[in-house]
């Protein structure tokens, strides 16, 4: 059975740190992960998605790695603002292609 | 914006009663996946349809949980005797057969007084 574990489960830091999130899985065939925001009582925003074939991808700030032999992954959060205070959630999708597998998340506030 | 809606976004109930809850994908996507979230936890997979046929069932689906999407559409979540511990958010999310990524809805927050 898959299980997803992310820490920290919760980070504080003062604006414009940059910061790191990581994830790790238990069972490495897996068909792609992907990195989520959500705000409090709100839903999931996709942030990043990774193939397994894929090394890493970036968009604006954000930058993700996998090292799937390994069974983890990073989310690097670049000169942070209060505006990415938020949950921050990992899954993993299997190669069977149907469930994502969460972990708990972490929990990251931005203070001015 | 996903092009998930969910209706409604909030609902709160007595212990025993029944609630519904309705999930509206875009129609390119024929993938819809349901999933609960209970406070400080992440999204748990219920189900999952590919077009109208249901292809797989979490054992966290009770069976006091049925779900349905009878024109490969819009999709329900009905639950009955409704319990404390079934207060959670519901997640609905879509996608494409053979695609991998899946596209959020804003979910719907149940409350079981």
């Known amino acids: 059975k898959q299980e997803v574990t992310q820490i920290p489960a919760a980070l504080s830091v003062p604006e414009g740190e940059n910061l790191v999130l990581n994830c790790s899985f238990t069972d490495s065939a897996i068909y792609n992960l992907q990195w989520f925001r959500q705000d409090p009582g709100k839903g999931l925003t996709s942030l990043l998605l990774i193939q397994s074939s894929q090394r890493e991808q970036t968009s604006g700030r954000l930058n993700a790695s996998l090292d799937k032999s390994s069974g983890r992954s990073t989310l690097y959060i670049a000169a942070s603002q209060p505006g990415d205070s938020a949950t921050y959630l990992c899954a993993v999708l299997e190669t069977s292609g149907s469930r994502l597998t969460f972990g708990e998340g972490t929990q990251l506030t931005v203070n001015p | 914006d996903t092009g998930v809606s969910q209706n409604p976004r909030h609902k709160i109930t007595k212990r025993g009663q029944n609630v519904t809850f309705r999930c509206d994908p875009i129609?390119?996507?024929?993938?819809l996946y349901w999933y609960r979230q209970t406070l400080g936890q992440g999204p748990e997979f219920l189900t999952y349809f590919q077009n109208e046929a249901q292809l797989e069932k979490s054992r966290l689906l009770s069976d006091r949980f049925s779900a349905e999407r009878p024109k490969g559409s819009f999709s329900t979540l009905e639950i009955q005797r409704t319990e404390q511990g079934d207060s959670a958010m519901y997640l609905c999310?879509?996608?494409?057969?053979?695609?991998?990524?899946?596209?959020f809805g804003p979910g719907t927050r149940l409350t079981v007084l």
């Open positions: 999310a879509a996608g494409l057969a053979g695609g991998n990524e899946q596209f």
């Open positions: 129609s390119e996507h024929n993938r």
